[in-house]
């Protein structure tokens, strides 16, 4: 309620503040490189990655630097790993059920999700947050056939230098919402693995724009998506 409040309050600001940041911030590309492909020896293992921005390697020179590039590399050390990055920047959960509704049916192992910020900026409710990220899972359990799905949070965006006070404040206690319910949503689901997101808190880390991972965020979140994968 005191969120609410608060918000409220500052409303007038925040706008204010919201608009000259998408005009200040730059906007950069999302990664170049194979979105698709087979790659390494060992065990056939198939990965769907779906999200966002971040899942589409803005911030990184390549997808090589990119989540999917670095999950490829680790995994191929003892897998057949056959990919499809079905990823763009700007999609919230919604965006993501759309595209994904639109694809032709193909059987995947594991799905690995990063959504949530721009839900978060979109203000999308914590009911509709909740209901749209349950049918992304159903979805690709029942049209891809994953067995696994690692669930990556919101990344801490009460540290994002590319937001100013208190509109950081305001965006990171929203997304810190719709974190915890994600979280808690899917602790008891024995398909899915939940992937903490606050991985550094040096802001070197992070792209240029200061909205972005950077190649060393991207490598450790890489690394905690395959560990959770051999896990499985």
Not at 45 to 70: I, M
């Amino acid at each position: 309620m005191m969120f609410y409040l608060r918000s409220a309050i500052l409303a007038p600001l925040l706008l204010v503040q919201g608009r000259r940041t998408r005009s200040r911030v730059p906007v950069l590309p999302e990664a170049p490189g194979a979105r698709e492909g087979t790659a390494g020896a060992g065990p056939a293992l198939r990965v769907l990655v779906v999200g966002d921005s971040a899942a589409a390697g803005v911030g990184a020179g390549h997808q090589d630097e990119a989540l999917l590039g670095r999950l490829v590399a680790d995994l191929g050390a003892d897998f057949s790993v056959t990919w499809a990055l079905h990823a763009t920047s700007g999609h919230t959960t919604k965006n993501a059920l759309d595209r994904l509704d639109q694809l032709p049916q193909q059987d995947f192992d594991v799905a690995v999700t990063s959504l949530g910020v721009n839900d978060t900026i979109s203000m999308v409710s914590l009911r509709g947050w909740r209901r749209r990220q349950a049918r992304l899972r159903a979805l690709l359990r029942d049209k891809f056939n994953v067995s696994a799905l690692v669930i990556s949070g919101l990344p801490p965006v009460h540290r994002f230098p590319a937001l100013p006070q208190p509109l950081r404040w305001h965006v990171g206690q929203r997304a810190g919402q719709l974190n915890r319910a994600l979280a808690n949503d899917v602790a008891n689901q024995p398909d899915c693995r939940f992937i903490d997101l606050r991985i550094s808190g040096d802001v070197a880390d992070m792209a240029v724009d200061g909205f972005h991972p950077g190649p060393p965020i991207y490598a450790e979140w890489a690394r905690q998506v395959a560990e959770a994968i051999r896990d499985r």
